[in-house]
């Protein structure tokens, strides 16, 4: 069962910003972390980021200090904001919790150069 609904990708040039929102379920998005994970070339999932219910965060070595994430418990929604991209962030991002359970649709992000 999907849970997750994500929004916000999009085609941009290396060093602009993009901002990724996810939105949760009802009646569990207050009760774990929520991450957000991209599907690259090799199809593997790497975790981009992750968020606790009290706010901590933890950060792909890859995206820190360029993406920072954030959660609102009573808007359930995720968001992660991504600044100075590159190429290499390209790909399929997926809002999950963390661990993650299934997958949903995601959404692309494309770095051109």
């Known amino acids: 069962q999907v849970q997750f609904v994500e929004s916000g990708g999009g085609l941009v040039q290396v060093g602009e910003s993009l901002k990724l929102s996810c939105e949760g379920p009802?009646?569990?998005?207050?009760?774990?972390?929520v991450g957000w994970y991209r599907q690259g070339p090799k199809k593997n999932y790497e975790l981009v980021a992750a968020?606790?219910?009290?706010?901590?965060?933890t950060y792909g070595e890859a995206v820190k200090g360029r993406f920072t994430i954030s959660r609102d418990n009573a808007k359930r929604t995720v968001t992660l904001q991504m600044n100075s991209l590159k190429v290499e962030d390209t790909g399929l991002y997926y809002c999950?919790?963390?661990?993650?359970?299934?997958w949903g649709q995601g959404t692309q992000v494309t770095v051109s150069p």
């Open positions: 999950n919790w963390y661990p993650p359970g299934n």
């Open positions: 009802e009646k569990t998005f207050n009760l774990d972390s």
């Open positions: 968020v606790s219910i009290m706010g901590t965060t």
